[in-house]
């Protein structure tokens, strides 16, 4: 046996990706983060599956800043609670969000493609944003809201 055991903190069975390490479609849909996360290994349990318990109280389960993709200094700091790190996660949540409304409007309104939303966006919103995205990303995440509007509707 293991003595280090003895000192293994508590945990519990990470409730984003369900034990699995690894996200899936099924869970983006169940935390409704279809457009802000692809499938990737999970960052909630550091794809280990089991988290300490303390981690729910700090931290959203579907907290969409948290990603795999951060360095791991970034979320670290998110874990710790840290506020400076949180902030700048909302931000980039409002942005994000900002961004699906300006493209379901201007689908739903006028009908436009993901391009002529993407030229829209580039010319009158972007230099007021507090991120900046390329037209080739942008193109793509535009249909991709699209896409689920669309799923969403029909
Ligand atoms: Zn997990």
Redesign the pocket.
């Given at each position: 046996m293991n003595i280090f055991n003895f000192f293994r903190r508590s945990d519990t069975k990470?409730?984003?990706?369900?034990?699995?390490?690894?996200?899936d479609w099924d869970d983006i849909r169940r935390l409704n983060r279809q457009l802000k996360w692809v499938p990737a290994p999970?960052?909630?349990?550091?794809?280990?599956?089991?988290?300490p318990k303390e981690l729910l109280s700090k931290v959203a389960v579907d907290c969409m800043y948290l990603t795999i993709d951060l360095p791991e200094s970034v979320i670290e700091k998110i874990k710790e609670g840290d506020l400076e790190t949180i902030e700048k996660g909302k931000q980039r949540e409002l942005f994000v969000d900002h961004l699906i409304q300006y493209a379901e409007h201007h689908y739903l309104t006028q009908n436009l493609d993901a391009e002529s939303i993407a030229n829209l966006y580039l010319e009158f919103e972007a230099e007021k944003a507090p991120f900046a995205v390329t037209k080739e990303e942008l193109i793509k995440y535009i249909q991709g809201v699209i896409e689920l509007k669309k799923s969403a509707l029909s």
């Open positions: 990470c409730p984003r990706c369900l034990g699995k390490r690894f996200v999970c960052a909630y349990c550091d794809a280990t599956g089991r988290v």
